[in-house]
């Protein structure tokens, strides 16, 4: 059974850091396209980053370039999103996502996990 669970969400004060972790079972995160999506209340899903099968090549939403890093380490089958400088505005519920090519598309993915909530305070 295919599940996405993440973890490492929280409240943090504008300019801090979190880093959220995204542990996959049921398939190996080396053989999907990996990808981070947000929503915040009112919102629509809103890509943020994705790293293809190798990982030599990763995507960012343009409002996240430089502050965020996703990753993945195979051995543990997990994938993380680095997010730091963090800004009032990144406040949303992130959701790990797999699929089977590099896209902005949250309908490019086919495996969803619940979603962690972060929240940046100002």
């Known amino acids: 059974q295919v599940q996405l669970v993440e973890s490492g969400g929280g409240l943090v004060q504008a300019g801090g850091s979190l880093r959220l972790s995204c542990a996959a079972s049921?398939?190996?995160?080396?053989?999907?396209?990996m990808g981070w999506f947000r929503q915040a209340p009112g919102k629509q899903r809103e890509f943020v980053a994705s790293?293809?099968?190798?990982?030599?090549?990763?995507d960012y939403v343009d409002s996240v370039k430089g502050r965020f890093a996703i990753s993945r380490n195979n051995a543990l089958n997990t994938v993380y999103l680095q997010m730091n400088s963090l800004k009032p505005e990144d406040t949303a519920v992130y959701s790990c996502a797999a699929g089977p090519a590099m896209g902005v598309g949250y309908t490019r993915y086919n495996y969803w996990g619940q979603g962690t909530q972060v929240t940046v305070s100002s």
């Open positions: 049921g398939f190996t995160v080396s053989t999907y396209v």
């Open positions: 790293i293809n099968r190798g990982g030599g090549t990763i």
